[in-house]
């Protein structure tokens, strides 16, 4: 018997998307004004996958620096997860980056 061993597709949408797959407190504007968040516009899920990645940059107070995160939503279960440390990249768009690695890791598991 045959297994389909084809990687599947990392697609990147509109981080409208993560939003609206999200019922939690987390976009909300004042969670993102407490936290002083950002979001990157794009996020990246594996077809198949229910795991939306996307980058953060969070900035403690207007002295710190501002640092990127990458999360994942799972749209399975509502949970929002850094992936990796928090504020682990330099800025939004190296965790950006990163974000799209993690989803290509994603598909090539196939989970």
Known sequence: METDTA?????EHSIDHAI???KGYFFT????RFFRSRIAQSCFQADGSPRIY????????ERSGRFGTVRVLNTATGSIDQVGAFQEHAN???AGRAAKRAAMRDAAEGS
């Open 7 to 11: 990687p599947r597709l990392v697609r």
């Open 29 to 32: 504007p004042g969670a993102m």
């Open 54 to 61: 996307f980058a953060t940059s969070e900035q403690f107070d």
């Open 92 to 94: 939004i768009r190296a």
């Open 20 to 22: 609206g797959q999200h």
